[in-house]
């Protein structure tokens, strides 16, 4: 089974510019989650959709936003981009059992870096 | 609020000894799972061990074990006979048994001396 895809693995944005991530569930998985990695702040969650609907969000400004599509992909967009949001945003897919745990099965991450 | 502590932000270990890497967490749930993750240097992150609160028994898996202390709201790592593969950022992470937010620390950088 492959893994969770993440697209593009590197990119380079200006300050004011928007940007738009991408995420590719395994297959059979409904739930994916996104986070933002820095140095030092480790993993901070961003939000988490399941079945095209956003279930969870984290405390992230406005300009964070995302959506997922009929088959569990994911995309997630920031706009207005600020220096302070260069970091790795790692995505992450579940199978989603409501009444079992559910492992998280991180993707390579996109090294989003704001100039 | 749930929140994961991770008070260890570097570690080191030698080549084949054991080293603990410790994590606490605050919740007032009462039915919850603790994770270890491993993040290797420009890989992905993987899945090193999982607990089950309601479980008293510790989760082990091959060198890796945990420490798991309800009322203490502790949860440590124990790796033994390390090997420099292990050598890794190890992310704590905690998640309601209902839920699908997972709650991260900090990290801790474990360098691996041959």
């Known amino acids: 089974k492959a893994g969770v895809t993440q697209t593009p693995r590197y990119l380079i944005k200006t300050r004011g510019q928007q940007v738009t991530l991408s995420c590719s569930p395994i297959s059979g998985h409904r739930s994916v989650s996104w986070y933002q990695q820095t140095p030092g702040q480790g993993l901070q969650f961003l939000f988490e959709y399941f079945s095209e609907t956003q279930r969870n969000k984290g405390n992230f400004p406005g300009r964070f936003s995302g959506r997922q599509f009929s088959n569990s992909r994911s995309e997630m967009n920031v706009s207005t981009l600020e220096l302070g949001d260069s970091a790795l945003y790692l995505c992450?897919?579940?199978?989603?059992?409501?009444?079992?745990?559910?492992?998280?099965?991180f993707g390579p991450g996109t090294r989003l870096t704001v100039l | 609020a749930q929140t994961v502590t991770q008070s260890q932000p570097e570690m080191s270990v030698q080549e084949a000894e054991t080293v603990t890497l410790s994590c606490t967490y605050d919740t007032s749930e009462s039915d919850y799972y603790l994770f270890w993750y491993k993040q290797p240097p420009s890989r992905q992150m993987i899945l090193v061990i999982r607990?089950?609160?309601?479980?008293?028994q510790n989760a082990t898996e091959n060198r890796f074990s945990v420490n798991f202390q309800k009322a203490a709201k502790s949860f440590s790592l124990k790796i033994s006979d390390s090997q420099l593969g292990d050598a890794a950022m190890y992310f704590c992470?905690?998640?309601?048994?209902?839920?699908?937010?997972?709650?991260f620390g900090t990290g801790t950088s474990l360098t691996v001396i041959p």
């Open positions: 607990q089950e609160a309601y479980k008293q």
């Open positions: 992450a897919s579940s199978i989603d059992g409501r009444f079992s745990y559910n492992e998280q099965f």
């Open positions: 992470a905690y998640t309601h048994s209902t839920g699908n937010q997972f709650y």
